[in-house]
Nanobody, 125 residues
């Protein structure tokens, strides 16, 4: 069992930056691919990015590529999402998720076993 807790959300102006963190419980964090998803009001949950467990490969949605960066520190059971040049359309609740030993299908939310409670990110224009 893995418990995930996100932090770092808030209100920021367009063009600003935020850094989200996700702290995981358990001793097997290194075996989990970690994903970030977001859900805006009235919309479906969508993939933001992921970092694999095996070689730390990073994948991003086209909408955030070049602006967002995912990193992980296995020794601290933490995964981060650095968000730069934020846009109003980035406004959403952001969730981190964990999928054990996964290297494919990273954009599919149903393949992640554990989820955090989410943190709100609001970008004003």
């Amino acid at each position: 069992q893995v418990q995930l807790v996100e932090s770092g959300g808030g209100l920021v102006q367009a063009g600003g930056s935020l850094r989200l963190s996700c702290a995981a419980s358990g001793r097997t964090f290194a075996s989990y691919t970690m994903g970030w998803f977001r859900q805006a009001p009235g919309k479906e949950r969508e993939f933001v990015g992921a970092i694999t467990w095996s070689f730390g490969h990073r994948y991003y949605a086209d909408s955030v590529k070049g602006r967002f960066t995912i990193s992980r520190v296995n020794a601290k059971n933490t995964v981060n999402l650095q968000m730069n040049n934020l846009k109003p359309e980035d406004t959403a609740v952001y969730y981190c998720a964990a999928s054990q030993n996964r290297d494919s299908g990273l954009e599919y939310s149903n393949l992640y076993q554990f989820w955090g409670q989410g943190t709100q990110v609001t970008v004003s224009s």
